[in-house]
């Protein structure tokens, strides 16, 4: 792909300043805004969907408190309303009147959090292995770390009984969960490499807790959409892995709840089919946003 035009910069939002990235910022089809996971995981992970910018704009953006962007020592400000309040601050200083709208994990529950407050107009939705209800992920977790192996079992279980979250033999033990149902790819790529590098670790214990399994303490633990569902009218593409954390029943709740919506799921894939098999996973995006866009024409 020949080299994109890129613009950055920063953009004010409730409680400090926010990075930004466009790719091909001069091209006239519908953009593309991604949000990252975490929360507090920052955009890196993402720059596999920088191939979707030879059709349209593609736009990043670290999430406050992590990345790039600033990080306010304030756990006040990890709350769902604000980040919400901050996607709409950066959609208006981009001045993005319509866009496609691209969620990972807990990016794409703020997606779904802000389609469903604020009824915007979007093009499209992409949820990206992001189930509506947290409570069932940690049960669907749960039983996916009842099938790893003994001894990481074992250690997972000492240390959160000691409260060692730190302690490098915990954190050992969670990269086997996370071979095996974030990211099956090996070696991991440098931009997820990146995105662990300048984690917010203070937004994701508030936010979630000190660690992937628990205790899940923080602020989202009894999230759940999945009543609200049928409020959704935005042409919507529901994406996961066969391996995935975010399971690919718990998915399809998701797309069965949100009318006329579709559902893939990538079969040699996990947590980050963007990453584990990117060029089929661009295909189906590109094809995706590009239907939106001729209904949109022809509506």
């Not at 947290?134 to 250690?155: F, H, Q, T, Y």
């Not at 996990?270 to 996973?281: D, G, P, R």
């Amino acid at each position: 792909m020949a080299e994109l035009t890129t613009v950055e910069g920063t953009i004010a939002v409730p409680g400090g300043q926010v990075w930004y990235q466009i790719l091909n910022p001069d091209h006239p089809a519908t953009p593309l805004l991604c949000l990252h996971g975490g929360p507090g995981m920052a955009h890196d992970y993402l720059e596999p969907l920088a191939g979707l910018a030879a059709a349209r704009p593609v736009i990043f953006y670290d999430q406050l408190g992590c990345g790039r962007s600033d990080r306010p020592a304030d756990a006040s400000l990890w709350t769902f309303d604000r980040f919400v309040e901050e996607l709409v601050a950066v959609r208006a200083a981009l001045g993005l009147t319509r866009l496609h709208l691209f969620g990972n994990s807990w990016g794409g529950w703020l997606a779904l959090q802000y389609t469903l407050d604020r009824a915007p107009r979007l093009a499209s939705l992409v949820l990206s292995s992001s189930p509506p209800s947290v409570p069932r992920w940690i049960s669907d977790c749960a039983e996916l770390r009842a099938a790893l192996d003994d001894d990481v079992k074992d250690v997972l279980a000492r240390h959160e009984a000691s409260g060692y979250f730190g302690c490098p033999e915990y954190q050992w033990a969670i990269t086997q969960f996370y071979r095996r149902h974030l990211c099956r790819a090996d070696p991991w790529p440098d931009c997820l490499e990146r995105t662990f590098a300048s984690m917010g670790a203070d937004v994701y214990q508030t936010m979630w807790g000190p660690s992937e399994f628990g205790p899940v303490t923080g602020r989202l633990q009894n999230w759940d959409v999945t009543d609200r569902l049928g409020e959704i009218r935005v042409p919507t593409l529901v994406t996961g892995g066969r391996h995935d954390e975010a399971r690919p029943a718990h998915l399809a709740v998701l797309a069965e709840g949100i009318a006329g919506s579709d559902l893939v799921i990538f079969e040699n894939s996990s947590h980050t089919a963007f990453i584990e098999e990117q060029v089929s996973y661009l295909g189906v995006i590109d094809k995706f946003l590009a239907r939106a866009d001729a209904a949109a024409t022809v509506g």
